[in-house]
């Protein structure tokens, strides 16, 4: 399971770094498509904005991810870019196996990192508090009451 997961990792890592910065640099063409992907593609692009932000998160969760680091975190920045190049390649081209091994990879390395995402499943939650200075009638009062005194 430990090789599965590894490999995962990378192949997710190395697909999303290369196509990633394939949005910067061109090095791969891109075939033909059917007119629908075209107008989606088309009406993305015409923001000016989301496709060097999307490329450049591309890039880092890659990164992230060949480089072991980040892991969890990574994986919630790419999952609705899967999910959306799931959808794009089921919907408007023709179906493409990459866009499956991309989501499948991405749901086992969920799976597998599962425990850091456990308190997002959880009903109700509470935010961690911060911890408050203890007061000047506290037990410790006294030892930084003398730690004062000693630098004063």
């Keep these: 399971m430990n090789k599965i997961t590894i490999t995962a990792r990378i192949l ?10 394939n949005g ?5 063409s891109m075939p033909p498509m059917p007119d629908a992907a075209n107008s989606f593609l088309g009406a993305l692009g015409a923001t000016g904005y989301l496709f060097p932000v999307l490329k450049a998160l591309e890039v880092a969760a890659g ?3 060949l480089a072991n680091r980040f892991v969890p975190l990574a994986l919630i920045v790419l999952a609705p870019i ?5 959808l794009f390649h089921t919907f408007l081209t023709p179906p493409s196996p990459v866009a499956f091994v991309v989501w499948a990879a991405g749901i086992w ?7 850091a995402f456990r308190p997002l499943f959880e009903p109700k ?5 911060r911890r408050r200075p203890e007061s000047s009638s ?3 009062a006294s030892t930084s009451g003398t730690a004062a005194a000693s630098r004063a």
């Design 12 to 21: 997710l890592g190395l697909i999303f770094t290369v196509f990633g910065l």
């Design 24 to 28: 910067f640099f061109h090095f791969i």
């Design 63 to 65: 990164i992230a991810l």
């Design 82 to 86: 899967a999910t959306n190049i799931l």
């Design 109 to 115: 390395l969920a799976w597998a990192h599962f425990d």
């Design 125 to 129: 939650w509470e935010p961690r508090t």
């Design 138 to 140: 506290g037990p410790s």
